[in-house]
Protein backbone atom coordinates (compact mmCIF):
# COMPACT_ATOMS: atom_id res chain seq x y z
CA UNK A 1 0.00 0.00 0.00
CA UNK A 2 1.31 3.55 -0.55
CA UNK A 3 1.97 6.11 1.70
CA UNK A 4 3.76 9.15 2.06
CA UNK A 5 7.37 9.89 2.95
CA UNK A 6 9.77 12.78 3.15
CA UNK A 7 9.04 16.64 3.44
CA UNK A 8 6.04 17.87 1.56
CA UNK A 9 5.34 21.73 1.18
CA UNK A 10 1.71 22.46 1.95
CA UNK A 11 -0.61 25.30 0.51
CA UNK A 12 -4.28 25.75 1.93
CA UNK A 13 -6.20 28.95 0.75
CA UNK A 14 -9.46 30.08 1.30
CA UNK A 15 -12.08 33.05 1.89
CA UNK A 16 -10.03 33.96 4.77
CA UNK A 17 -6.72 34.15 3.16
CA UNK A 18 -3.83 31.35 2.49
CA UNK A 19 -0.92 29.26 4.66
CA UNK A 20 2.22 28.22 3.58
CA UNK A 21 4.11 25.80 5.39
CA UNK A 22 6.53 22.81 5.18
CA UNK A 23 5.92 19.09 6.51
CA UNK A 24 7.65 15.85 7.00
CA UNK A 25 5.34 12.74 6.85
CA UNK A 26 7.41 9.69 8.99
CA UNK A 27 5.89 6.68 10.01
CA UNK A 28 2.14 7.37 9.77
CA UNK A 29 2.49 10.51 11.53
CA UNK A 30 2.92 14.50 10.42
CA UNK A 31 4.76 17.49 11.72
CA UNK A 32 5.58 21.10 10.59
CA UNK A 33 5.21 24.73 10.57
CA UNK A 34 3.64 27.43 8.34
CA UNK A 35 5.07 30.69 7.34
CA UNK A 36 2.73 32.54 10.05
CA UNK A 37 3.49 31.07 12.80
CA UNK A 38 1.17 27.62 13.40
CA UNK A 39 2.16 24.37 14.24
CA UNK A 40 0.89 21.15 12.33
CA UNK A 41 0.77 17.90 14.07
CA UNK A 42 -1.69 14.53 12.89
CA UNK A 43 -1.80 10.78 11.42
CA UNK A 44 -1.56 10.10 7.87
CA UNK A 45 -2.86 6.64 6.61
CA UNK A 46 -3.08 5.11 3.14
CA UNK A 47 -6.87 4.36 2.36
CA UNK A 48 -6.76 1.72 0.12
CA UNK A 49 -4.59 2.01 -2.83
CA UNK A 50 -5.33 5.59 -4.36
CA UNK A 51 -5.95 7.90 -1.26
CA UNK A 52 -4.22 9.39 2.11
CA UNK A 53 -6.63 9.93 4.75
CA UNK A 54 -5.27 12.71 7.17
CA UNK A 55 -6.29 13.74 10.78
CA UNK A 56 -4.68 17.01 11.11
CA UNK A 57 -4.66 19.72 13.51
CA UNK A 58 -3.15 23.29 12.86
CA UNK A 59 -2.48 25.06 15.62
CA UNK A 60 -2.36 28.91 15.50
CA UNK A 61 -0.76 31.64 17.47
CA UNK A 62 -2.08 34.29 19.28
CA UNK A 63 -2.73 37.40 16.86
CA UNK A 64 -2.87 35.78 14.07
CA UNK A 65 -5.65 35.27 11.73
CA UNK A 66 -6.49 31.23 10.85
CA UNK A 67 -7.16 30.39 7.21
CA UNK A 68 -10.51 28.27 8.57
CA UNK A 69 -11.34 31.88 8.73
CA UNK A 70 -11.94 32.23 12.29
CA UNK A 71 -10.98 36.10 13.67
CA UNK A 72 -7.38 36.19 15.22
CA UNK A 73 -7.99 35.84 18.76
CA UNK A 74 -5.54 36.83 21.71
CA UNK A 75 -4.94 32.76 22.78
CA UNK A 76 -3.93 30.01 20.32
CA UNK A 77 -6.79 28.53 18.41
CA UNK A 78 -6.25 24.54 16.73
CA UNK A 79 -8.65 23.59 14.06
CA UNK A 80 -8.56 19.92 13.13
CA UNK A 81 -9.91 18.64 9.98
CA UNK A 82 -10.59 14.39 8.94
CA UNK A 83 -9.24 14.47 5.01
CA UNK A 84 -9.47 11.77 2.11
CA UNK A 85 -6.94 12.94 -0.39
CA UNK A 86 -5.75 10.85 -3.56
CA UNK A 87 -2.51 10.30 -3.76
CA UNK A 88 -2.41 11.18 -7.55
CA UNK A 89 -3.41 14.84 -6.46
CA UNK A 90 -0.48 14.87 -4.28
CA UNK A 91 1.83 12.85 -6.95
CA UNK A 92 0.64 15.99 -8.88
CA UNK A 93 0.90 18.77 -6.69
CA UNK A 94 -2.54 19.49 -8.14
CA UNK A 95 -5.60 21.46 -6.06
CA UNK A 96 -7.95 19.72 -4.16
CA UNK A 97 -10.58 20.84 -3.16
CA UNK A 98 -12.01 20.21 0.90
CA UNK A 99 -15.84 21.59 0.36
CA UNK A 100 -16.87 20.62 4.08
CA UNK A 101 -13.97 23.48 5.31
CA UNK A 102 -14.41 25.77 1.86
CA UNK A 103 -10.36 25.39 1.16
CA UNK A 104 -8.38 24.33 -1.67
CA UNK A 105 -5.04 22.89 -0.40
CA UNK A 106 -2.18 21.51 -2.71
CA UNK A 107 0.38 18.92 -0.99
CA UNK A 108 4.04 18.74 -3.46
CA UNK A 109 7.07 16.98 -2.26
CA UNK A 110 9.65 19.50 -1.56
CA UNK A 111 13.54 18.81 -1.22
CA UNK A 112 14.61 16.70 1.89
CA UNK A 113 16.95 20.20 2.78
CA UNK A 114 13.74 21.39 4.35
CA UNK A 115 13.11 19.45 6.74
CA UNK A 116 14.20 21.26 9.25
CA UNK A 117 11.79 23.91 8.90
CA UNK A 118 9.09 21.10 9.56
CA UNK A 119 10.96 20.39 13.20
CA UNK A 120 10.79 22.43 16.67
CA UNK A 121 13.18 25.04 15.12
CA UNK A 122 11.88 25.45 12.29
CA UNK A 123 9.25 28.20 13.07
CA UNK A 124 12.23 30.18 14.30
CA UNK A 125 14.56 29.42 11.43
CA UNK A 126 11.09 31.03 9.43
CA UNK A 127 10.87 33.70 11.58
CA UNK A 128 14.74 35.30 11.35
CA UNK A 129 14.40 34.93 7.36
CA UNK A 130 11.18 37.35 7.43
CA UNK A 131 13.30 39.53 9.81
CA UNK A 132 15.97 39.49 7.64
CA UNK A 133 13.80 40.47 4.67
CA UNK A 134 12.28 42.70 6.18
CA UNK A 135 15.41 44.59 7.08
CA UNK A 136 16.69 44.29 3.47
CA UNK A 137 13.32 45.56 2.39
CA UNK A 138 14.06 48.52 4.98
CA UNK A 139 16.99 49.61 3.92
CA UNK A 140 16.16 49.91 0.64
CA UNK A 141 12.82 52.20 1.54
CA UNK A 142 15.69 54.17 3.39
CA UNK A 143 17.65 54.69 0.89
CA UNK A 144 15.21 56.57 -1.09
Same mark, same amino acid.
Given at each position: ????? !? $??? @??????? /??????? +??????????????????????????????????????? !? $??? @??????? /??????? +????????????????????????????????????????????????????????????????
Amino acid at each position: MQTLR !G $VYS @VMVSGSA /GCSLGII +AFHNGYLRGNTFDGGRYEGTAKPVRDDSLSLSISLTMPP !G $VRP @VWGAAPS /GTFQTGT +AELLIPFATIRGAKPHFLPAYELWVIIQKASEDLTHLAGDEGRAEMIRTLQQADAAWRKIREAH
